[in-house]
């Protein structure tokens, strides 16, 4: 069967390296939900959107047996060479069928704006019956600060930057009535603040993860915009020389009902 395979986020790609220097708290604060999912040896589990496969080892040495999905070709070249089964694939048509046990994903469903309920309905093909889906992404108000600031930056040079914005950043509400629709039983649900320490400032930050809207600015103008966002961020978001960035989660379990 032919596989489609859409391009990340637009104009948002990944370098492992880079990633791997601004961006590692991604799965290390992503750790903990590993303990929501409970991963028990001999488990089939897809990770959707693996990145660069770091939690996704961590689901192997658990005894499971491990797909990871990923729409970057860089990111799945980055989790083979740890050794594992790491597939492209786009989040949004997803080629499994009632094959795992479980679907875990950290950090990956908020770049799958264009078609939330496509991602959920692809869980829910992917999953057994009674299979569940354990996931954290950025939820409503996630970032706030961060994507207020570039927006304005971007309108202030007559640049659309919602056309630009590649996140999808739900309520809770939302969620659950999305997940409720594809068939799932929602066990536990939460929206939670987490303000993060970043490793550098805001300005590497966005170099990492919002290529997207920077992308729409000529090459010349974009280290001022860095700068601009920076400084008008600088008073709410960094003390003492420690950014922390104003992250809000969007965690839950839910179960895919057996057929009735
Ligand atoms: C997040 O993981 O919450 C996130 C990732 C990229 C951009 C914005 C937020």
Redesign the pocket.
Known sequence: MAVRVSAPAAGQTWDPEAYARNARF?AELGAPLLDWLEPRPGERVLDLGCGDGALTEKLVAAGCSVVGADASPEFVAAARARGLDARLADGQALPFAAEFDAVFSN?AL?WMKRDPDAVLAGVARALKPGGRFVAEM?GAG??AAIRGALHEALARRGIDAAAADP?FFPTAEDYRARLQAAGFEVRRLELFERPTPLPGDVAAWLRT?AQSFLERLPEAERATVLDEVQETLRPRLSKGGQWTAD?VRLRFIANKKAAT
Do not use: D, P, T
């Open positions: 991604v950090a908020h950025g996630n970032v996140w993860f992250y």
